[in-house]
């Protein structure tokens, strides 16, 4: 804080200096947490101490009871939270975030014309195996279009998760 604050506060008497004239900034700075109200007219802690979060952006501890946002709190939570809004902005004009509902419904298409391959294919492939094989091509017709659609009924129980 700037000397011209920190005489203003001396003279209001919200901190006190030593007999010498100096200041105990610690003691100073609990004076200051103590008796300072933002406009709203909450009490506003100082910050005791930061620690980093795992994105990278500040936490700040204010020595508060657990259970009850100070100002400080509120105000740092909100830049943190201004912080990753612009993040996120910023990788979505350049192309690093996709629309989930899009990406949901291009994988459903993709599934959809995989099985309709796979449900022609025994049409499509019997009739050369059968003959190959010498056996006949109906028969081979319906038990290679039984183990596909069995083979389809047991990837279709895959449930994909997207969080």
Do not use: C
């Amino acid at each position: 804080m700037s000397d011209t604050a920190v005489r203003k506060a001396i003279a209001a008497g919200r901190i006190t200096a030593e007999t010498d004239g100096t200041i105990n900034a610690a003691r100073a700075d609990a004076e200051w947490a103590a008796s300072t109200r933002p406009p709203d007219g909450t009490q506003l802690a100082r910050p005791s101490r930061a620690r980093s979060s795992d994105d990278g952006a500040a936490m700040v501890s204010t020595g508060a009871p657990s259970g009850s946002n100070t100002y400080a709190q509120a105000r740092t939570a909100n830049e943190v939270l201004k912080a990753q809004h612009h993040k996120l902005r910023i990788a979505q004009l350049k192309g690093e975030l996709i629309d989930r509902s899009q990406v949901m419904e291009q994988i459903f298409a993709l599934a959809r014309t995989e099985r309709d391959a796979w449900l022609n294919w025994p049409a499509r492939i019997s009739s050369m195996l059968a003959a190959e094989l010498g056996i006949d091509p109906h028969t081979m017709h319906v038990a290679l279009e039984r183990e596909v659609r069995q083979h389809l009924s047991e990837l279709g129980e895959f449930s994909a998760r997207l969080e």
